[in-house]
């Protein structure tokens, strides 16, 4: 099939959730021999195996540069492709017969989880026009059922994917002294904060060697805290292969594929509840999930429990393999194929 990518972005330039699945998924139809154009603001990423028509970008300021996608993306001439497949941003698009669209997560949940009234009111406004793209003729997809429950027209649920041929364990990697990573930001759904607290209090008096790794976009300094910044996929992979524990203290996830990324690598993932984690993890088998208040607790369990910790890195081996990035390609060709034989 001839495929055209609409994405925002790539990770040549902002590796963050939808560009990085956008380019994995795009990636893996290659492999299966399908021919993928991405239509996009970033310059396509060294040694991808699909093409990259980048969009001019004309700046402007936030609300604006909101929009902008959406105007780009209808102004693309697309009648070439078979498919026509919208990572975000097509509510000024036409519908169409051979249109998917893909939902990350819904801006309703952004907005109940929002730090601030105005990040609320920017979310729901937000989630308006999400509504707009689900009314719009074509296939929607949503990575998970907690998608498809903020956006009911969503019937189709295609979750994110994990490269299993980057992604994997390495013997001898794991840190001497008890580790933990946290990728995120302080001051959002993320709650690194929380977990920098929990780690300062609750971890360090019992564990004086811990050591916290942050990779974000923040720098905190702090005693056995590390940030290197953003970093690359490599560096990433090796990180999640150091830490004893992968913490994912959000509040809320549109899926959580970070958790798939560390069971992959072989770590043992701590995660309070949230709906998207919940359809990752089975608590206490691949696992564990806790409440924010009980995040120290849990962690402390499962530092001091070897036994624990080994028994939830081998199921979150097993449990990695149903998110192989090439397996939900092949789910996305079902759904091509569908659209392609419709009368």
């Given at each position: 099939m001839k495929i055209a990518?609409?994405?925002k972005q790539l990770p040549s330039d902002e590796p963050n959730g939808v560009s990085v699945q956008a380019d994995r998924l795009a990636g893996a139809l290659c492999g299966l021999g399908h021919d993928?154009?991405?239509?996009s603001f970033s310059p396509r990423p060294e040694g991808a195996p699909y093409r990259v028509t980048v969009l001019p970008w004309n700046g402007g300021g936030r609300l604006l540069r909101?929009?902008?996608p959406a105007l780009a993306f209808r102004a693309?001439?697309?009648g070439d492709f078979d498919i026509t497949h919208f990572h975000g941003d097509d509510w000024l698009c036409p519908g169409s017969r051979k249109r998917?669209?893909?939902f990350y997560g819904s801006a309703l949940f952004e907005a109940l989880h929002a730090k601030s009234p105005l990040r609320f009111l920017y979310q729901a406004f937000f989630y308006k026009l999400e509504w707009i793209s689900c009314l719009r003729r074509g296939a929607l997809a949503g990575i998970s059922r907690a998608t498809a429950r903020g956006l009911p027209l969503v019937k189709n649920v295609v979750t994110c994917g994990v490269p299993l041929d980057r992604f994997s364990p390495a013997e001898g990697a794991k840190t001497a002294a008890p580790s933990i990573l946290f990728i995120g930001d302080f001051n959002s759904r993320k709650r690194g904060g929380l977990l920098l607290k929990v780690f300062q209090k609750e971890l360090l008096p019992v564990f004086p060697d811990c050591r916290l790794t942050v990779v974000g976009p923040e720098k905190i300094t702090a005693p056995n805290v590390s940030c290197p910044g953003r970093i690359g996929e490599a560096a990433l992979i090796a990180e999640y292969r150091k830490a004893w524990i992968y913490a994912l203290p959000s509040s809320y996830e549109g899926f959580g594929v970070p958790a798939i990324e560390a069971m992959a690598c072989g770590t043992a993932v701590v995660a309070t509840h949230n709906a998207g984690i919940a359809e990752i993890i089975t608590h206490e088998k691949n696992g564990?999930?806790?409440?924010?208040?009980s995040l120290g607790f849990s962690l402390l369990r499962a530092l001091k429990d070897q036994v624990l910790r080994n028994c939830l890195?081998?199921?979150g081996?097993?449990?990695a393999k149903d998110f192989d990035i090439v397996a939900i390609a092949r789910r996305y060709e079902e759904i091509y194929t569908s659209l392609i034989n419709q009368k």
């Amino acid at each position: 099939m001839k495929i055209a990518f609409f994405s925002k972005q790539l990770p040549s330039d902002e590796p963050n959730g939808v560009s990085v699945q956008a380019d994995r998924l795009a990636g893996a139809l290659c492999g299966l021999g399908h021919d993928v154009t991405c239509f996009s603001f970033s310059p396509r990423p060294e040694g991808a195996p699909y093409r990259v028509t980048v969009l001019p970008w004309n700046g402007g300021g936030r609300l604006l540069r909101k929009f902008r996608p959406a105007l780009a993306f209808r102004a693309v001439g697309a009648g070439d492709f078979d498919i026509t497949h919208f990572h975000g941003d097509d509510w000024l698009c036409p519908g169409s017969r051979k249109r998917v669209r893909t939902f990350y997560g819904s801006a309703l949940f952004e907005a109940l989880h929002a730090k601030s009234p105005l990040r609320f009111l920017y979310q729901a406004f937000f989630y308006k026009l999400e509504w707009i793209s689900c009314l719009r003729r074509g296939a929607l997809a949503g990575i998970s059922r907690a998608t498809a429950r903020g956006l009911p027209l969503v019937k189709n649920v295609v979750t994110c994917g994990v490269p299993l041929d980057r992604f994997s364990p390495a013997e001898g990697a794991k840190t001497a002294a008890p580790s933990i990573l946290f990728i995120g930001d302080f001051n959002s759904r993320k709650r690194g904060g929380l977990l920098l607290k929990v780690f300062q209090k609750e971890l360090l008096p019992v564990f004086p060697d811990c050591r916290l790794t942050v990779v974000g976009p923040e720098k905190i300094t702090a005693p056995n805290v590390s940030c290197p910044g953003r970093i690359g996929e490599a560096a990433l992979i090796a990180e999640y292969r150091k830490a004893w524990i992968y913490a994912l203290p959000s509040s809320y996830e549109g899926f959580g594929v970070p958790a798939i990324e560390a069971m992959a690598c072989g770590t043992a993932v701590v995660a309070t509840h949230n709906a998207g984690i919940a359809e990752i993890i089975t608590h206490e088998k691949n696992g564990l999930i806790c409440s924010a208040q009980s995040l120290g607790f849990s962690l402390l369990r499962a530092l001091k429990d070897q036994v624990l910790r080994n028994c939830l890195t081998g199921n979150g081996l097993t449990r990695a393999k149903d998110f192989d990035i090439v397996a939900i390609a092949r789910r996305y060709e079902e759904i091509y194929t569908s659209l392609i034989n419709q009368k």
